[in-house]
């Protein structure tokens, strides 16, 4: 799997837009991206993953730059209950669900009231 | 619907012992994922089921195995405890099929295990 790079930490004000970064210079033409957080004592929860295409859904946005070397997740409000570490994986096309996921050291996104 | 059980919550054992951890996935899905989680080493890929079948593994020894059940439940074990296994051990369900990729992934709540 191609690797990534985050940000090891972010501050977010309460109800404004959190943006993560995430750096995949090397991904491939069919690898897609994916995006989990964990929560503290928690498993981690599945967010959102696009190919090409940017994408939405309830809880958050994801923009793949057009080369592909780089995405933002966007969580347009964020609350206190989105204080969490924020995975950004990159897998084959091939892949399905949790197999062999590869999980960085991902970015501490702290909201702060 | 039911997520992801995971039983038990936290386990201590000693050194030498072995240790078998339970897994029930989302009704209807059929692939399980295991995953070991510790502060040194982050999130790391044990092994993931598919219909009774190992389909993947991670780069850990033989000392850690599973199974998975026709019921799609899954149980792994590990054996002859050392202290570096304490960790936090976690199950992932998918709705997978090999025609069927790109899914995400339920994780559960996982399972404290403590070797001392």
């Known amino acids: 799997d191609a690797k990534t790079t985050q940000p090891t930490s972010m501050d977010c004000a309460e109800g404004r837009a959190a943006n993560l970064p995430c750096n995949h210079s090397t991904i491939s033409g069919n690898e897609y991206v994916y995006w989990y957080r964990q929560i503290h004592s928690q498993g981690p929860q599945y967010i959102i993953h696009g190919l090409k295409n940017n994408e939405t859904n309830e809880m958050a946005s994801l923009i793949i730059t057009e080369d592909r070397k780089s995405s933002t997740l966007i969580l347009p409000h964020a609350t206190l209950r989105d204080t969490a570490v924020y995975y950004c994986?990159?897998?084959?096309?091939?892949?399905?669900?949790?197999?062999?996921?590869?999980f960085g050291k991902g970015t501490h996104l702290i909201i702060q009231p | 619907k039911a997520g992801v059980t995971q039983t038990p919550r936290y386990l201590i054992k000693t050194r030498g012992q072995q240790v078998t951890l339970s897994c029930s996935p989302i009704s209807g899905h059929r692939s399980v994922s295991w995953y070991q989680q510790t502060p040194g080493q982050g999130l790391q890929f044990l092994f993931e089921y598919f219909s009774e079948t190992q389909r993947n593994k991670g780069n850990f020894p033989g000392r850690f195995s599973g199974r998975q059940f026709s019921n799609s439940r899954s149980e792994m074990n590990v054996s002859t405890l050392e202290l570096g296994d304490s960790a936090l051990y976690l199950c992932?369900?998918?709705?997978?099929?090999?025609?069927?990729?790109?899914?995400?992934?339920?994780f559960g709540q996982g399972t404290r295990l403590t070797v001392v």
């Open positions: 992932a369900s998918s709705w997978t099929a090999p025609e069927v990729v790109n899914t995400e992934a339920f």
């Open positions: 994986i990159v897998r084959p096309r091939s892949g399905g669900g949790a197999d062999g996921l590869t």
